[in-house]
């Protein structure tokens, strides 16, 4: 049974800072990974996929990376803005269209 | 294009009520889920629609929890009776198909209390 966790629970840094938010997965057979933001009250949105023959993905000031031999993946955010603030959650697809989540890491970016 | 809408948004009954859920996905998408996300942890997946067919519901407790998806577009949840350990946010998402670049929209979601 695939289990996904996310390490630390929750984080809370200064403006401007890089971070790491990590997700760890117990069986390496998956279609992809995606992070997902959510923010109090909304639904979920998609942040980055990447799929299992790749090792990491861009967006913006949000890179994720993908190693799947070793269950891992961190979702690196650079010079955080208060606009960040929110809880991040890793999922991965044992198959297509299937999400296992982990419980997410509640990010607070301090002005 | 319009999202995933959701209502009623909040609701809370005593246990052993019923109550019922309503989603309506983004138009054209031919995959409609539900999702239960208890406080502080993930979502979950309850049961999986491809048009009005069911895809999985290996983790819907059916004993309490039903679902259909009339016509292959709006979905309701229903839960009879409810439980304590039931509040929860229920989430709804929809992806255009089951391809494993699909991704999935979705909607605010609904939290329930149960007194």
């Known amino acids: 049974k695939q289990e996904v966790t996310q390490i630390p629970a929750a984080l809370s840094v200064p403006e401007g800072e890089n971070l790491v938010l990590n997700c760890s997965f117990t069986?390496?057979?998956?279609?992809?990974l995606q992070w997902f933001r959510q923010d109090p009250g909304k639904g979920l949105t998609s942040l980055l996929l990447?799929?299992?023959?790749?090792r990491e993905q861009t967006s913006g000031r949000l890179n994720a990376s993908l190693d799947k031999s070793s269950g891992r993946s961190t979702l690196y955010i650079a010079a955080s803005q208060p606009g960040d603030s929110a809880t991040y959650l890793c999922?991965?697809?044992?198959?297509?269209?299937?999400?296992?989540f982990g419980q997410g890491t509640r990010l607070t970016i301090n002005p | 294009e319009a999202g995933v809408a959701q209502s009623p948004r909040y609701k809370i009954i005593e246990k052993r009520q019923s109550v019922a859920f309503w989603c309506n996905p983004i138009?054209?998408?031919?995959?409609l889920y539900w999702y239960q996300q208890i406080l502080g942890q993930g979502p979950k997946l309850l049961i999986q629609?491809?048009?009005?067919?069911?895809?999985?519901d290996s983790q819907l407790p059916k004993d309490r929890f039903s679902a259909e998806r009339l016509k292959g577009v709006d979905s309701t949840l229903k839960i009879q009776p409810a439980k304590l350990e039931d509040s929860a946010v229920y989430l709804c998402?929809?992806?255009?198909?089951?391809?494993?670049?699909?991704?999935?929209?979705f909607g605010p979601g609904t939290r329930l209390t149960v007194l």
């Open positions: 998402a929809s992806s255009l198909e089951l391809g494993p670049t699909d991704t999935q929209y």
């Open positions: 069986d390496s057979a998956i279609y992809n």
């Open positions: 990447i799929q299992s023959s790749q």
């Open positions: 999922a991965v697809s044992p198959w297509a269209q299937k999400l296992v």
């Open positions: 138009s054209g998408h031919a995959t």
């Open positions: 629609f491809q048009n009005n067919g069911v895809v999985d």
